[in-house]
C-alpha cells in the first residue's frame, strides 16, 4: 500500500507567501466590513479577548434543514465510498512494538482526564489547566499507535519540524479567537479571574497542540487500508479553467470575510470555510501545490484524511471540554439545536474544512510533498 509521502522536505518559500497574504485578508476584512456600517472597532482589538455578547437569530427549522442538506450532500458520497471499501482484514503483524511513551501517554490521559472531570479542593488552583496535559496525552497515543502500524511516526521521523507545530499553531488558533470576535459563536466559561498575562499563557498552551493533534491523526488514518482502497482512485476533480476557478473562490472568500464584519449571523459558517479556500486558491494562482490538488488525479487520501483526522480531533475535543471547569460553550444562531456535548450537531461540519485549512499550513512543515502537483505549468495559471 502506498501512502503519500509525509517525510519528504517541501519548500516553505511559497506557503509562507501564501500563508502571510491570507492572514492578512482574514484579519482585516471582517474589520473593514465592520467599519464599513459604523460599528465601534475597539471591541474587535482588546486583549484579552472578551467574546462579544451578540444577539443571535433564534433556531429555524428552514435554516437547519437547508444547512443539514447541504452537509449531507458533501458528506454522504464520501460515506459511501468509504463504506463500500469495506472488507475483511487479515491479521495484520504489528509493524512495531507499542513503545512505552505510548503507555505514559496512556497514563497521562487517564490521570488528567480523571483531574479536568472531578472537583478536587486540592486541585482548585491547577482544575482549569488540565486541557493541555490531556492533548499532549492525546498526541503521544495517537503518534504511538502509528508507530505500531507502520514502524514510524511524525513525532520521531520529523522531530524538528513536528516541534516547530506547536508554536505556528498557537498563532494559528489565536486568529480564529479574533474571528470570533466578530461572529460571537462561542465563549469561555470559567476563565474570568485571569489578568492579560495569565490568559495569554492559559490560551496559548492548548492553542498549541491543535496542529500537531491534527497532523498525527490524519498519518494514523492515512495509514489504514480502508482509506488508501477507498480514496487513492476515485473520482478526478479539477476544473476546466483552473486559473479561472482559483480567481473566484479568492474574490468570493473575500467578499465572505467581509460580510462577516457586517452580518455574522448570515455569514458565521464562512469562517471555517473562507480561510482554507483563501489559501488554497492564492497557491492555485501562484501554480503551487495544495492542499487538494490530488484530487484532480482522482487521489483525494490527503484532504478525506485531514477532514476527518480533524472531525475526529473535534469529537474529542468537545468530550473532553464538557466536563471541565475552564470550558466553551456555544451559541450558534439559527442551529443551536441537537447538541452533542457543548457543541450543536451540525457544529461539527466545521471540523471537516478545518482539518483541509490544518494540512494547508502544517504540510510544508513537516514536509508532506505534494507529488500529484509539483509545480503547475505557468501557462495554466489563469483562465
Request: charged letters at 15%; aromatic letters at 14%; proline letters at 10%.
Amino acid at each position: 500500500m502506498e501512502q503519500p509521502d509525509l517525510h519528504e522536505v517541501y519548500p516553505l518559500r511559497g506557503s509562507i507567501f501564501s500563508t502571510g497574504i491570507a492572514a492578512a485578508l482574514a484579519l482585516l476584512l471582517p474589520l473593514a466590513g465592520a467599519a464599513a456600517i459604523g460599528k465601534p472597532l475597539a471591541p474587535y482589538l482588546r486583549f484579552p479577548p472578551k467574546t462579544p455578547d451578540l444577539p443571535h437569530a433564534p433556531f429555524s427549522l428552514p435554516v437547519f434543514l437547508a444547512l443539514a442538506a447541504l452537509i449531507l450532500a458533501a458528506a454522504v458520497p464520501l460515506l459511501r465510498r468509504l463504506h463500500s471499501a469495506r472488507r475483511k482484514e487479515e491479521p495484520r503483524m504489528p509493524a512495531a512494538p507499542f513503545p512505552w511513551w505510548g503507555w505514559a501517554g496512556a497514563a497521562l490521559g487517564a490521570a488528567s482526564w480523571i483531574l479536568a472531570w472531578s472537583r478536587f479542593p486540592w486541585m482548585r488552583g491547577f482544575q482549569a489547566h488540565t486541557f493541555t496535559p490531556l492533548w499532549i496525552a492525546f498526541i503521544l497515543l495517537v503518534n504511538a499507535f502509528t508507530v505500531r502500524r507502520t514502524g514510524r511516526c511524525l513525532m520521531l521521523s520529523r522531530t524538528r519540524p513536528f516541534l516547530l507545530l506547536f508554536p505556528v499553531s498557537a498563532g494559528f488558533w489565536w486568529s480564529f479567537e479574533y474571528l470570533n470576535r466578530f461572529v460571537g459563536n462561542w465563549r469561555y466559561a470559567g476563565v474570568a479571574e485571569f489578568g492579560a498575562l495569565e490568559y495569554f499563557l492559559f490560551a496559548t498552551l492548548p492553542f498549541s497542540t491543535v496542529l500537531p493533534a491534527v497532523l498525527s491523526t490524519r498519518e494514523l488514518l492515512l495509514s489504514s487500508p480502508r482509506i488508501d482502497r477507498a480514496f487513492r482512485e476515485w473520482g478526478p476533480l479539477s476544473p476546466a479553467k483552473p486559473g479561472a476557478a482559483a480567481l473566484a473562490a479568492l474574490l468570493l472568500s473575500c467578499a465572505g470575510l467581509f460580510a462577516v464584519g457586517i452580518v455574522p449571523d448570515f455569514v458565521f459558517p464562512l469562517v471555517w470555510v473562507a480561510p482554507p479556500a483563501l489559501l488554497i486558491s492564492l497557491a492555485a494562482l501562484r501554480g503551487e501545490p495544495h492542499a487538494l490538488s490530488g484530487i484532480g488525479s482522482g487521489d483525494w487520501r490527503t484532504p478525506v484524511s485531514s477532514a476527518l483526522a480533524a472531525l475526529l480531533c473535534g469529537f474529542f475535543w468537545e468530550m473532553w471540554n464538557f466536563g471541565s471547569y475552564a470550558k466553551w460553550v456555544y451559541d450558534i444562531p439559527y442551529v443551536n439545536v441537537l447538541h452533542v456535548f457543548e457543541m450543536p450537531f451540525l457544529g461539527y461540519a466545521g471540523y471537516l474544512p478545518f482539518g483541509v485549512l490544518c494540512a494547508e499550513i502544517a504540510d510544508p512543515i513537516v514536509g508532506l510533498a505534494r507529488k500529484e502537483q509539483k509545480k503547475i505549468p505557468v501557462s495554466r495559471r489563469v483562465g
